[in-house]
């Protein structure tokens, strides 16, 4: 199949792709930031206006749909197209703050806190947090690529699907488990948790302790499945599908 033979002739052009969505979103979220933290981004959240607020949260829906659109065009198998936007994600979202930090200054430190994502829940960590794991999605995104190109019937076995649905749980929580709380503490209905309607929720939430543990255990797990995937040999996977 085309991707099969050409995977690492796409690798740039779907790196170009990703950097300059990266860009894309920096610029958008620069625009924002001159308008509603003129003095730096810091917690707890500015006011946002609440149109301005179900925009973002929708940018947010589009943007995985033009992560998703690129790995659907490239190939027709789910495997690879799961590859595919897991090496886009993870380039975009590294690339994200490196134009931030260049264009803007921010962030000062790898800790500092951000918002990371609106859907389905608001979600807030440090920036490290983000960047590792998208350094894993790239891994893991070349790993599967190669694999399937020595062996078009390779596949994770359901005990790797099982350790990395597992690892994405725990890396969750500790995005939500702090502002969620807050959200609930705070008497709020369980909808004002969800997309844009959390940012008025948080309205004086400054984060506290990061939840290390998960992260730390979710990133060994992680990379435990990581190396199992690489060592594996060519022709360990089953008889080629429509995977």
Request: a positive charge; charged letters at 15%; hydrophobic letters at 55%.
């Amino acid at each position: 199949m085309r991707t099969r033979a050409t995977w690492t002739r796409l690798l740039p052009w779907m790196a170009a792709w990703a950097i300059a969505m990266a860009f894309l979103e920096s610029a958008v979220v620069i625009y924002l930031r001159e308008l509603y933290y003129p003095g730096g981004f810091k917690f707890p959240l500015a006011p946002i206006a609440p149109r301005v607020a179900l925009t973002e949260f929708l940018r947010e829906l589009a943007t995985m749909v033009m992560l998703l659109a690129p790995a659907a065009l490239v190939t027709e198998k789910w495997l690879e197209r799961f590859a595919w936007f897991c090496f886009g994600f993870g380039v975009w979202d590294i690339f994200y703050y490196v134009f931030l930090k260049a264009l803007l200054g921010w962030p000062a430190t790898w800790l500092d806190r951000d918002v990371l994502f609106l859907v389905p829940v608001v979600w807030v960590g440090p920036v490290l947090a983000p960047c590792i794991i998208s350094l894993g999605l790239i891994t893991l995104a070349c790993i599967l690529l190669r694999k399937r190109y020595l062996d078009p019937g390779f596949r994770p076995h359901p005990a790797q699907w099982a350790s990395l649905v597992l690892c994405g749980a725990l890396f969750l929580y500790t995005f939500v488990e702090e502002p969620l709380r807050f959200i609930g503490r705070s008497g709020a209905g369980a909808s004002t948790a969800t997309g844009h309607r959390a940012m008025d929720a948080l309205g004086v939430y400054v984060p506290g302790q990061y939840a290390w543990w998960g992260f730390i255990a979710a990133t060994l797990l992680g990379a435990g499945t990581l190396a199992g995937l690489a060592v594996r040999r060519p022709g360990s996977g089953r008889t080629e599908r429509r995977a």
